[in-house]
């Protein structure tokens, strides 16, 4: 079982910001795609952000430019900036570990944007 910790999630109210963490395993870190998915109560599990190779990036449209997806090789940790909330970036974040034809998921983290 891959444990994957997440950590950061909240209410906030719109414009606000959060910051979401993952620790993974060393060689989770190491050798699987570190991302971030989100599913709002009733919707499919989307991606919000991902590493693709190396360092390069991939984010939903929705995101760019209010998330920055970052990680701390010393720490085996992926955090999630979250910028310029808004309301419709409330759901539950977890944090995805990929490797082709395997998929690791944290437990989830509860985001919740509101006045």
């Known amino acids: 079982q891959v444990q994957l910790v997440e950590s950061g999630g909240g209410l906030v109210q719109p414009g606000g910001s959060l910051r979401l963490s993952c620790a993974a395993p060393e060689s989770i870190f190491n050798n699987y795609v570190m991302g971030w998915y989100r599913q709002a109560r009733g919707d499919q599990r989307d991606l919000v952000a991902t590493f693709t190779s190396g360092e390069n990036t991939n984010y939903a449209d929705s995101v760019k430019g209010r998330f920055t997806i970052s990680r701390d090789n010393a720490k085996n940790t992926v955090y999630l900036q979250m910028n310029s909330l808004k309301p419709e970036d409330t759901a539950v974040y977890y944090c995805?570990?990929?490797?082709?034809?395997?998929?690791?998921w944290g437990q989830g983290t509860q985001v919740a944007v509101s006045s």
């Open positions: 995805s570990a990929r490797k082709w034809p395997l998929q690791h």
